[in-house]
């Protein structure tokens, strides 16, 4: 089932405290950003964050969640509906999230 669209707004609402937040559509999901660095992602309308340190020690009860077959676990964000909790989540996590790799230059 493919995330919508307006759910997607939702978060990028919840989220607009913060500069710098990005999305991508990726087979009808939508990965994150969060000043250039994958956060997590919109899968089936459930927001899914890496399981750095920082957002295990922010949502200690959170569950381990599969954003499809096939991938690494993440941790489902059960508290979507307050902004300052999830914008605290975003910038918890930012250092520990690995840094861009590098675009491939064509030949």
């Known amino acids: 089932m493919a995330s919508g ?8 609402e919840q989220l607009s405290e ?8 990726m087979m009808g999901e939508y990965i994150i950003y969060y000043n250039g660095k994958i956060v997590g992602g919109i899968y089936d309308d459930r927001l899914l ?7 295990i020690n922010y949502m200690p009860n959170a569950e381990y969640e599969l954003p499809y077959d096939g991938a690494k676990e993440m941790l489902l964000v059960d508290n979507v509906d307050n902004k300052k909790y999830l914008t605290g989540l975003f910038k918890a996590m930012y250092e520990e999230l690995p840094a861009p790799k590098p675009k491939k230059k064509n030949r």
């Open 5 to 12: 669209k307006d759910y997607l707004n939702f978060i990028l």
């Open 18 to 25: 913060l500069d710098y937040i990005s999305y991508k559509a």
């Open 49 to 55: 964050v890496k399981p750095v340190q920082a957002s």
